[in-house]
């Protein structure tokens, strides 16, 4: 049977590769830029991925059962003790060496570390990296699965749904895009509001026939999200 124990050796090497190019001073102005609890350790995003690299690259390091690689993603997510840790454990579940993996099984995983996050900078990245990737590959299943996440309590599950197509270009589906923002139009917190307009913005590059009858056909849509939909218009 395959374990479902995280790979221990894989989340010190993580910890250790990101520990020596710490940054207090930037770290400080990193965490109240994000208004985050967690503590950065002062990384910028080209040295994070260059720590990162030769360990996710290591054959020593490879993760050889799927139920050991979520477990070491969440294992890494969960005892973080700085920012950047939840952003090695994005860039494990992301990772080429586990493409195979990344399907629609993987969504209640992505379910957890969007409500564990439930914030802009790590939901933004799973909605409109992974989560789109997995809905372009399976569509039918996926989209069923967007749905319902559209009317879910959790505004980061909501604004996941309404973002999952973001970069999709001509493969977005604009029947889905209708199908997660109508429910939301409503929802007067401004991520849900913005989301609603980047979701359109950025399909309005593709279509923007479309996307003008839409926010005429929707006169409720409220002032932020319209003029972020026509932006570009």
Not at 100 to 117: A, E, K, N
């Amino acid at each position: 049977m395959a374990s479902t124990q995280p790979r221990e050796d894989v989340i010190a090497a993580v910890h250790a590769a990101l520990t020596p190019h710490a940054d207090p001073e930037r770290a400080v102005g990193q965490q109240a830029y994000m208004k985050s609890a967690l503590p950065y350790l002062g990384l910028t995003s080209p040295v994070l991925r260059k720590a990162l690299r030769p360990v996710l690259a290591d054959p020593a390091y490879r993760i050889v059962s799927r139920e050991e690689w979520e477990a070491t993603v969440r294992a890494l997510w969960d005892r973080a003790t700085h920012r950047e840790h939840w952003y090695a454990a994005l860039s494990l579940l992301g990772h080429r060496t586990y493409r195979s993996w990344q399907d629609p099984h993987l969504l209640p995983l992505i379910d957890g570390l969007v409500r564990d996050g439930a914030w802009w900078d790590v939901v933004d990245d799973l909605a409109t990296h992974f989560v789109r990737e997995i809905l372009l590959a399976y569509p039918e299943e996926v989209a069923q699965t967007m749905r319902t996440w559209s009317l879910d309590d959790d505004l980061w599950i909501r604004r996941t749904a309404m973002l999952c197509q973001v970069g999709a270009k001509q493969a977005t589906d604009p029947d889905l895009l209708t199908d997660v923002i109508e429910p939301n139009i409503e929802h007067t917190d401004f991520f849900s509001r913005k989301a609603i307009g980047w979701a359109l913005r950025e399909y309005a590059k593709t279509d923007p026939d479309w996307v003008r009858t839409f926010v005429e056909q929707h006169p409720n849509l409220s002032g932020l999200s319209r003029r972020e939909a026509l932006k570009h218009l």
